[in-house]
């Protein structure tokens, strides 16, 4: 693993590598997650791709210009630009949650470099009024200095309740990286997925020309039957899996599983 930091825009952004194989792929990590959420998986990648995780702006230890609103345009624009000038040519994205926002928005802007993305729990569509009141709640309770607050309870929600106890060390994990990451930051980053674009008709387009694949949880709070249905009838030309004993962290809470996955769908 090689750790590297470069400037994007107005922003100083963290990355890592693994491996040094011809295809190149991307790992874009979810909210109030750094790049370290990837190591397990990124390694393994590695022997195969060469692998590429990014802090995305306001996360882990990437700067973000002290914006009020940190918006998924700006986090896809300043990794398009990093990938730039450490000379990709052509990549895959495999996201997480918020990350999959972002591919989705490079999927637009990127889509000449964009080969493959895979979703992992994640839409391109955007947040309904009753998400974008949630996000409003936990802001005011991190602007009330209570972050502590959603770090004792958000990060559990994230694994089906038979994991709970086996991903102790995950959880604790994203317990740790939640309470790195700087208040203002947090609030900036709710703001830019509250506000963000509905890429349904871009992503679909994208999906009829190049290769999409949706891992799903069976036990995820967050993307549940009615989410998964409706993604299902708007992506008709993506692949769908579901893991069967995964919440919202499928790839820590079955990682083996999610590691053959990736290896079949990024290698053909």
């Known amino acids: 693993m090689i750790e590297s930091f470069i400037s994007a825009g107005d922003a100083v952004?963290?990355?890592?590598?693994?491996?040094?194989?011809?295809?190149c792929v991307l790992m874009l990590h979810g909210y109030g997650e750094s790049l370290e959420v990837w190591e397990d998986i990124g390694g393994q990648l590695g022997k195969e791709?060469?692998?590429?995780?990014?802090?995305?702006?306001?996360?882990?230890?990437?700067t973000y210009g002290d914006r009020e609103v940190i918006s998924i345009d700006y986090m896809a624009q300043c990794v398009a630009e990093v990938l730039t000038k450490v000379g990709v040519e052509s990549y895959s994205i495999v996201?997480?949650?918020?990350?999959?926002?972002?591919?989705?928005?490079?999927?637009?802007?990127?889509?000449?470099?964009?080969?493959?993305?895979?979703m992992?729990?994640?839409?391109?569509?955007?947040?309904?009024?009753?998400?974008?009141?949630i996000r409003e709640r936990e802001m005011a309770v991190i602007e009330a200095g209570k972050k502590e607050m959603l770090a004792e309870s958000n990060p559990s929600k994230g694994f089906a309740p038979q994991n709970v106890k086996r991903c102790e060390d995950a959880i604790d994990e994203k317990i740790e990286q939640f309470m790195l990451t700087d208040d203002e930051a947090l609030v900036a980053t709710l703001?830019?997925?509250?506000?963000?674009?509905?890429?349904?008709?871009?992503?679909?387009?994208?999906?009829?020309?190049?290769?999409?694949?949706?891992?799903?949880?069976?036990?995820?709070?967050?993307?549940?039957?009615?989410?998964?249905?409706?993604?299902?009838?708007k992506f008709k030309s993506?692949?769908?899996?579901?893991?069967?004993?995964?919440?919202?962290?499928g790839f820590k809470e079955q990682p083996d599983e999610s590691l053959a996955l990736l290896l079949d769908f990024l290698g053909n």
């Open 120 to 133: 992992f729990h994640s839409s391109p569509t955007g947040d309904t009024e009753q998400k974008r009141e």
């Open 95 to 118: 996201a997480h949650s918020m990350g999959g926002y972002v591919a989705a928005a490079l999927a637009e802007v990127d889509s000449d470099r964009v080969e493959k993305v895979v």
């Open 191 to 233: 703001k830019g997925m509250a506000q963000r674009e509905d890429r349904t008709a871009s992503f679909s387009a994208f999906c009829d020309k190049k290769p999409v694949l949706f891992v799903f949880g069976a036990f995820d709070p967050y993307i549940g039957v009615e989410a998964r249905e409706y993604i299902e009838e």
């Open 13 to 23: 952004l963290r990355y890592v590598r693994y491996g040094k194989g011809e295809k």
């Open 238 to 249: 993506a692949r769908f899996v579901m893991l069967e004993n995964s919440a919202h962290m």
């Open 49 to 62: 791709f060469s692998v590429v995780a990014v802090d995305l702006p306001g996360s882990g230890m990437s």
